[in-house]
């Protein structure tokens, strides 16, 4: 678990699909290496064992509020499979809590996509929905390293 020490570069979450998504998480802890990176995805997980799906679960919601910035991507990915609704619940709860420090991103192969866009608008209109990694990243970097 990550304890936030003295000196420590901000930190960042990486919330969105994991199950049945493709791992974007490598390239986005490497596109934020120089700051700490909360990644969830674990190489080792056994989605078949449920006592390690509440270690995972706790996991998560503990660093989800510990992160100076919560980064949401929402992947293109195969509806009949899954639309991240995990991923889902956690961008409802981050974006009720005003103070929250968010940055959003929805490729337009994401099924519900639409929906993220409607929601935010309305409840953070000022939150952009960016369209691709790169742009959600770029948009974290420069969330976290503040005005110049």
Known sequence: MHRPRPGDPPSVFLAGGITHCPPWQSAAAVALADFVVLNPRRTDFDVADPSQTDVQIAWEYR?????????????????????????????????????????????????????VVTQLGLSRPDLQVHRTLPETVSAARAELIGPA
């Open 63 to 115: 660093h989800l509020l510990l992160a100076d910035l919560t980064l949401f991507w929402f992947p293109a990915c195969d509806a009949s499979l899954t639309v991240q609704p995990i991923t889902l619940y956690e961008l409802g709860a981050a974006a009720a809590t005003p103070d929250r420090r968010l940055v959003v991103g929805a490729d337009p192969g994401y099924p519900r996509r639409a929906d």
